[in-house]
C-alpha cells in the first residue's frame, strides 16, 4: 500500500478541521490541511472546494476512521455539563454547532446574500440529531 494522501474527511468550518486535526495528531497520525485559506477569505467557495479538507497517509486511514468513530460517538453535554439529548426521540447522538437558515430572517439572509454575492449575516447554532433528523436548540434539550 502506498503512502499516498487521502481526504479522510471535509468540513464547512476551518475550526471544526482543527478540532479533528487535534485528535488525530494526538494519537500520532500526521494530518494537512486543504483549502482552508480559499474557505476563509471567501466562505462561499466552501460549496465549489467541497470545504476544508483533511488529508493523511492512505497507511493512517484505518485507524483515524477509529478515532474519528469514537469522536462521533462522544456524548455531548452544555456548559451545565448537562447531556444534549434530541428532543424528540430523547437520542444523545447529536451533532452539535451547526448553523441554520430555516427561520424567515435565515431565508431572507440567504437571498440577500445570494443577490449580492455576500456571506449570510443571520443564522443560528443549532443541533441535529443523528438517529431522527430533528433539528434544536441546545436550550430545547432533553
Known sequence: ?????????SFDSVTDAYHLKNLLENEDIAVYVHDEHMSTLNPLYNNILQGVKLKIRSTDRQRAEEIIKEADEAILTDEDDKRIACPRCRSTRV???L?????????FAMLVSFLTGSYPLHSK???????????FTKEQSY
Do not use: N
Open 125 to 135: 447554532d443549532v443541533c441535529l440529531c443523528k438517529d431522527c433528523g430533528h433539528e
Open 95 to 97: 451533532l452539535y454547532h
Open 1 to 9: 500500500m502506498s503512502d499516498d494522501l487521502i481526504t479522510i474527511r
Open 99 to 107: 448553523k441554520s437558515s430555516k427561520d424567515a430572517p435565515g431565508v
